[in-house]
């Protein structure tokens, strides 16, 4: 895998703040378990820096829009349970526009299936 961490914080004025961003979002991985999804998704939406949360709304939108072209209803049902239960309660704080999407599609998803 990728290991030259240093010529990505050396690539202009910004690398230290993405390389930072990039360390905090994967999930983590403790005597060979990794993390669960939920304590995940909580983890980051109550206690990551602004930037991280702003990125995995926005990412969760994104991936929200793309279930509409699957038809796993067992799959979309439990994403947007996800969804709501874990990223929802902290959506309107982090960014209201991002949030207002994302409760559109979660709605148009639920008429879809």
């Given at each position: 895998?990728?290991?030259?961490?240093?010529?990505?914080?050396?690539?202009?004025?910004d690398?230290?703040?993405?390389?930072?961003?990039v360390?905090?979002?994967?999930?983590?991985i403790?005597g060979?378990?990794?993390?669960?999804?939920?304590?995940?998704?909580?983890?980051?939406?109550?206690?990551?820096?602004?930037?991280?949360?702003?990125?995995?709304?926005?990412?969760?939108?994104?991936?929200?829009?793309?279930?509409?072209?699957?038809?796993?209803?067992?799959?979309?049902?439990?994403?947007?349970?996800?969804?709501?239960?874990?990223?929802?309660?902290?959506?309107?704080?982090?960014?209201?526009?991002?949030?207002?999407?994302?409760?559109?599609?979660?709605?148009?998803?639920?008429?879809?299936?």
């Open positions: 895998g990728f290991t030259d961490f240093n010529r990505i914080i050396a690539t202009d004025q690398g230290q703040d993405v390389y930072n961003l360390q905090e979002m994967p999930r983590r403790t060979g378990e990794e993390e669960p999804k939920a304590v995940f998704l909580e983890r980051i939406m109550k206690n990551g820096t602004h930037h991280a949360r702003l990125l995995k709304l926005a990412d969760r939108l994104s991936n929200v829009n793309s279930l509409f072209s699957t038809n796993n209803k067992e799959f979309i049902s439990r994403y947007c349970t996800e969804t709501r239960d874990h990223i929802m309660p902290y959506a309107d704080e982090i960014d209201g526009k991002i949030a207002t999407e994302l409760r559109k599609s979660l709605k148009k998803l639920k008429a879809y299936g």
